[in-house]
């Protein structure tokens, strides 16, 4: 299941930004966003070796000043570029979420957005 997120008013950048920092601290999501699409991702093709891909994403997040643990490296990025279609950012489960994990997303995308002035929609599906 994928929590796709659309980001309306400036500042769309900063705020895909902040649900990627937001994102390494959940262990239980992955990610992909327009930026990551557009090439100036990790390579997450098929057959590339995933040391390799945790490498990438994490020169891709250190250039961002995001922390991210060496262990998330591996695990942060969708290969699933391809299903992001016209929203700006999604949030992948490893497994169904409960209503309350859905609710805990929503709560830290609203903290992570609220300084940015920005608002979202969110459909899960």
Sequence with gaps: M???????GPPILDA?????????SMPEVCIMDQALVQGS???VAAGTDTGS???????YFTARRIAIPL?????????HGE????YDFFFEWSSKPTAEQ??????RIDVAL????????????
């Design 114 to 125: 609220k300084p940015l002035g920005c608002l979202y929609t969110i459909t899960s599906k």
């Design 102 to 107: 859905i609710e805990d997303l929503i709560g």
């Design 2 to 8: 994928r929590s796709y997120i659309k980001v309306m």
């Design 16 to 24: 895909m930004r902040k649900l990627e920092e937001l994102a390494v």
């Design 71 to 79: 262990e998330r490296c591996g695990t942060i990025i969708s290969n």
């Design 53 to 59: 891909i945790a490498q990438q994403a994490r020169g």
């Design 41 to 43: 991702s990790p390579s």
């Design 83 to 86: 299903r992001l279609g016209d």
